[in-house]
């Protein structure tokens, strides 16, 4: 029971690191928030709560191990720098360079913070069984669903931003996703 609380910690503790930081940043930048409630409210249904209900339910065997708290946050908080700086970044292109509208700029970071708080999820979810795979591919097909959809489009108010736009938001995505497995592993040994 220790071990599962201490990934979903993981879990949440990280998700509450990346959103501080962009309520921080664009805050001091005096930027519009990229996200709308209803948006934030898909992501983290994607990266954290269905995940979070199938993770926290399964049987783990590792025993207890002194360090929660220093394991948890040697994790959350360069997880949570990662990914934030991830979003800023494709925000910050899409506002510049790309010339991209209020629309595109919010399902660009959508796009990249759904991925890039995915590989959170495919780092805590391993060992990979075949119901964590399962959660983790779910979790990843959820997101071209909800671009695809019409309906879930226009209820989200997101638009498919210009190809180049999508494949900054891509490019940054795996970048981050890198860095965040370099982390693990640094962290890990």
């Known amino acids: 029971m220790i071990a599962n609380v201490e990934r979903l910690a993981k879990l949440f503790l990280s998700k509450t690191v990346y959103a501080v930081l962009l309520g921080l940043v664009f805050a001091v930048l005096l930027w519009p928030f990229p996200f709308l409630p209803r948006q934030l409210a898909v992501v983290d249904g994607l990266t954290i709560g269905l995940p979070a209900l199938v993770l926290g339910l399964l049987p783990n065997t590792r025993r ?10 040697r994790w959350c908080v360069p997880s949570g720098i990662v990914v934030a700086l991830a979003v800023y970044g494709v925000v910050a292109y899409a ?92 962290i890990r040994s």
């Open 64 to 73: 207890y191990r002194p360090g929660f708290l220093r394991r948890v946050g």
């Open 95 to 186: 506002r510049g360079p790309a010339g991209a509208s209020t629309t595109e700029i919010q399902t660009a970071a959508v796009i990249t913070l759904t991925l890039s708080a995915l590989w959170v999820l495919v780092v805590i979810a391993r060992p990979f069984t075949r119901t964590t795979a399962g959660i983790v591919v779910a979790a990843y097909a959820g997101l071209p669903l909800i671009l695809a959809l019409p309906a879930a489009r226009a209820f989200l108010q997101l638009e498919v931003p210009p190809p180049e736009l999508v494949l900054v938001a891509l490019a940054v995505s795996l970048a981050a996703s890198v860095v965040l497995e370099l982390v693990h592993r640094r």
